[in-house]
């Protein structure tokens, strides 16, 4: 896993790239279905 910082530097170097930091564990799925349903949906939208 990479650190926030890292990450951040790292999405904001390319374009049409956002950071979704979800406030679980690994298995976002699981226990945010609807917040990764969504994040999902965001993502599909745009290509």
């Known amino acids: 896993m ?3 910082g890292q ?3 790292m999405a904001s170097l390319r374009p049409y790239t956002s950071l979704v930091t979800p406030e679980t ?3 976002v799925q699981l226990q945010d279905p609807k917040g990764f ?3 999902v949906r965001e993502f599909l939208a745009i290509l």
């Open 25 to 27: 564990d690994h298995f």
């Open 2 to 4: 990479r650190r926030a």
């Open 7 to 9: 990450a951040t530097a």
């Open 37 to 39: 349903a969504r994040a």
